[in-house]
């Protein structure tokens, strides 16, 4: 505004990057500019990391065949949550943008881009690269193993491939730099210190209680107890908590889908929607749950359906009513900017209507995702395959296994939160401009 | 009516025996507008000021075709008033920026480009010469948010501007303003109307300052039902300044209005 007299308030805007002789420390700076928006990504990455070494653990055929448990726990269905957390962590960090360029970051990228092509290819077409090197039949990777089992040329190929993992950790670490964002994380801590203090009060107090009141086990487990008795059972728990996931997810997916596009139809068309709403109101007020024994009967309690229906049927109402609410809910003067540039009404709804009715169609989705996880879960209760975590709740309760059972509801409540952070994450990349993630 | 000696071509918004009555929730008839008659000639600058409640607002848009007249017409450079919003002759401010909150600073005065299907390259080339224009080039990839008032609102012109329409209506847009900002936002209109050659503004205030410093007939309307109740010509030299205030001329007009605004008989004794 040069030449003018005008001086208006400068805007609350993050500073510019640093000048082009940036030392280190003037790029930790930097870098904390960006810190609200990536602190999410950042724990979405650790969390799916974490996730991936785990069931790297797990999945070793030659440990699990040494452990206790015998071939029993061995479940291939972790290499795909392995792939999954890998690629979950590779998006997140790359979508946190760091300012920093480095070739060394450029390296790591390239290496863990190669570890999750190797993993994509043996979890998703069955070619193992080392076992294929070292002529392993690739059925070894996928089976279980008996003591009949050729064990040579598969720990072999298992030695040769470990060190995959390895560079993909580091090259994590790498990417993510947790020394540059020391502050960022000091900061957040300092702002939660409140609740993680009130945490862990309960647990002492928790502890305490029990051993003052002498209250039995089977009425409340110490925390002390539940950890040891985790360490103990958390491979099944985690194998069969993804099999509860799946089913969570899919009904998610469907019943938040349907939900959606049912919304956008209704939205479209006001009679039907004044129609629809109130029934779908009603609907939703309905304990859906409770029909989850008929969707056994009508699937068969076995087939993944009866849960995923029950899922997608609890999440479909809210992301709906959400989602017509937001279409329908428009700035009265926005609509009326449209209309003096005479636009039709799909311009008015692709530019207008669904980004404004984003915020509404989000927290509806980040409701269905802890939905997804009850309803998932409590339909096991009323039957159905014995690998999921609900059965196992019921069953560890059953047997008197309450450490056991606690632990279950453990993985169930990660498991769950894994699944709302993910949402949130996306809702942070795509709503971006939301006055929720402005910074102060 | 004064008649104006502006008005000698053909008009380029002609409004005839305009009448407006709303039906409330109760089911009452409240008379909005009332035989409205005016006539604007190409490049004027119009400002309706009126107390609030005199339909000044409602006049403005059923020029804009965002509700219709209930009697009367309305025709703009012969056509109907539908028919030129759908020629996208308007360009519409409102009282508040009505920035899109998702959009960056040149994404929204990019948004009437994208819906009239103009090519990437001249979209942008448009809205930074629009931004360039109302003096917020280094704001472009801002969001509405992290602007002031002020600026919000020049953006909100830009847009308005970016498909360069023949007549630029304007519903308060400083309203919101504080008065030295205002005075600032009107000095720049001025710059940016001298710079849309030709272009016909109608902007509505209830600041008789406002009105009279910025245009070149002052429509002044009387409430229930709104009438017109005095056009005053202002005859201000142009291109007018901040020294423009101070000339006695500009006192003179300004309680002309003032009157007119009170329903008195206006300015007794002037010379016309």
Redesign the interface.
Known sequence: ?TG???S??A???PTPPAAPTVTLARAVDAVVQYDGRTLAFDLIALAALFFAVVCWHLTNPLLTFETQFGSAFRNVTLQPVMAIGLLVCAGALIAARRPIRHPVIGAAAIALGLVCVYMVLAIVLGVNLSGLALGVEPALFRERLTDATPRDGLGAALTLSAPLVWIAVAAIIILWQPWTRLSVYTRAARRQWAALLIGVLVLLLWEGAIALFQIQEFLLPRPSVIAAAFGEVYPRLVSAGWNTFQNAFWGFVVGCGAGIVTGMVAARFVGFSRALLPIAIGINAIPIIAIAPLMNNWFGALNPASKIGIVALLTFFPAMISTVRGLTSV?A??L?????????PL?IFR??RL??A?PFIFSALKVCTTLSMIGAIVSEYFGGSTAGLGFRIRDDAGLFRYPEAWSAIFIAALYGILFYLVVSAVERTL?A???SF?EP | MTPSSIVTAAPIIAIKNLSKTFRTADGADVHALDSINLDIADGEFIALIGPSGCGKSTLLRMV???IPPSTGTITVSGKTAEKA??D?D???V?Q?A?L????TVIKNVE??L???GYSKDERRARARAMLSLV?LSE?ED??P????G??QQRVSIARALAFEPRILLMDEPFGALDEM?RE?MNN?LLRIWGAMQGMTVIFVTHSIAEAVYLSSRVVVMSPRPGRIAEIIDIDLPRPRGTETRDLERFFHLTSRVRHALRGGVSGGGMNE
């Open positions: 505004m003018q007299p005008i208006f308030t805007p609350t805007a700035d003067l926005s009326e900017l449209m209309h003096t540039y005479a636009a039709r311009a530019k207008l980004p404004s984003l709503m401009w939301h006055v402005r | 804009a075709d965002l919003r759908k996208r308007y360009g519409f409102f508040s009505t899109y909150e998702w959009r948004l009437p994208e819906i009239m003096e704001f801002k969001y948010w992290q602007l002031s002020g600026m900002t600032r720049e």
